[in-house]
């Protein structure tokens, strides 16, 4: 009888092997679900209940859901890959919404906060803009939520807020773009409307700063890039200055020494 490999195989190898083999999120049975939330993309303040909302993963399976009050949904144990939203407002009522049909390419997309436009909105977008661009946020109880804003551009667009996404299950956001982090990480806050994608870079760390102003502005004449505030002794990044790595605001390091010059023998 032929082994599977040829030398004994002791505990710690099993173990190593066990290890590799199990862990990924599928195998495991640990994934996030999928989480969402629906409401009138002219009023953020409007959750939609009584929608039907059907998820097809890219490998056919299907889970369906009907909206609560507060427009919220969520599928449980799905896969780890792409997947469709298929969305049918409830009939009738004071909100005559669209059906929706959204494609989630990003299998780390788990939290969703979706605008429905109303019928008679006669909308176009020409561009998106959000800020801040990149933030780096201590996870702490007490912290507040971090506020991202979207600039749209367009014909009859003033009314309108865009559909929020989170890659990397790192955090929560609601219909006015406030993100409140719940597990350290790195992940996107992505705003979508009509055709147009942004994308934020959220970085989640462990909570390393005892004291500190929630949030301040750079102090003119520091060291750090004009535009650059701080979270906490953390870093955000404002459109004005995307691609700036600056150094956190609160960094004091002291100035050298000048050596004192080397006397040569004579």
Request: hydrophobic share 35%; charged share 25%.
């Amino acid at each position: 009888m032929s082994r599977l490999f040829p030398y004994p195989v002791g505990p710690w190898l099993l173990m190593l092997l066990l290890v590799m083999g199990c862990g990924s999120d599928s195998i495991t049975g640990n994934l996030p679900p999928v989480t969402g939330r629906l409401y009138s993309s002219t009023d953020p303040d409007q959750p939609v209940e009584g929608a039907e909302v059907t998820l097809i993963t890219e490998g056919g399976e299907e889970y369906r859901a009907v909206t609560g009050p507060d427009g919220a949904f969520q599928f449980d144990q799905v896969p780890a890959e792409k997947y469709t939203l298929h969305i049918q407002p409830p009939p009738g009522g004071p909100l005559e919404l669209e059906a929706t049909e959204l494609h989630i390419d990003d299998r780390n997309v788990r939290e969703l906060v979706i605008g429905l436009k109303p019928k008679a909105l006669e909308a176009l977008v020409e561009s998106l803009a959000i800020q801040p661009r990149e933030v780096t946020l201590e996870l702490r109880p007490d912290a507040p939520p971090i506020q991202f804003h979207v600039t749209i551009k367009g014909h009859n667009v003033d009314r309108l807020h865009p559909t929020w996404l989170v890659r990397g299950s790192i955090g929560t956001i609601d219909p006015h773009g406030r993100f409140t982090p719940q597990r350290v990480g790195r992940g996107k806050v992505i705003a979508r409307l009509g055709q147009f994608q942004v994308e934020a870079i959220v970085r989640v760390i462990p909570a390393l700063v005892t004291a500190g102003v929630a949030v301040r502005p750079t102090p003119a004449g520091s060291h750090a890039p004009q535009g650059l505030t701080t979270v906490r002794g953390y870093k955000i990044t404002t459109g004005e200055d995307q691609g700036v790595k600056g150094r956190e605001t609160g960094d004091r390091r002291p100035a050298r020494k000048p050596r004192s010059p080397v006397r040569q023998k004579a």
